[in-house]
């Protein structure tokens, strides 16, 4: 059974940082890409950042690149979303995704066909 638990989600100022992670249990982790979406009220859920299998390779929203990175620690079966300079439309609830299995970790495929998803952590920026 696939779990992708979030922590690390919260309130924070305009102008800070915050930093997601996600831990992954029952897939092969170091075979699979992964990635976050958000969704803010009243919005459908959107696509943030991916990362391939190996960390290498990495995939940002337009809206995020430059503030966000995103990376993993296949060791410890990780994935970190680091947030720099957040803004109050960075507000939403934060998903974790793994990517499908048949797709040689590449980090594009998490955007198109997400596999799995993590129950989501809030995070708001206040002004």
């Known amino acids: 059974q696939v779990q992708l638990v979030e922590s690390g989600g919260g309130v924070v100022q305009a102008g800070g940082s915050l930093r997601l992670s996600c831990a992954a249990s029952?897939?092969?982790?170091?075979?699979?890409?992964m990635g976050w979406f958000r969704q803010a009220p009243r919005k459908e859920r959107e696509f943030v950042a991916s990362i391939n299998w190996s960390g290498v390779d990495t995939y940002y929203a337009d809206s995020v690149q430059g503030r966000f990175t995103i990376s993993r620690d296949n060791a410890r079966n990780t994935v970190d979303l680091r947030k720099r300079r957040l803004k109050k439309e960075d507000t939403a609830v934060y998903y974790c995704?793994?990517?499908?299995?048949?797709?040689?970790?590449?980090?594009?495929?998490?955007?198109?066909?997400?596999?799995?998803w993590g129950q989501g952590s809030q995070v708001t920026v206040s002004s």
């Open positions: 995704a793994a990517g499908p299995g048949d797709a040689g970790g590449n980090s594009r495929t998490v955007r198109s066909r997400p596999a799995h």
């Open positions: 029952g897939v092969t982790f170091g075979e699979i890409a």
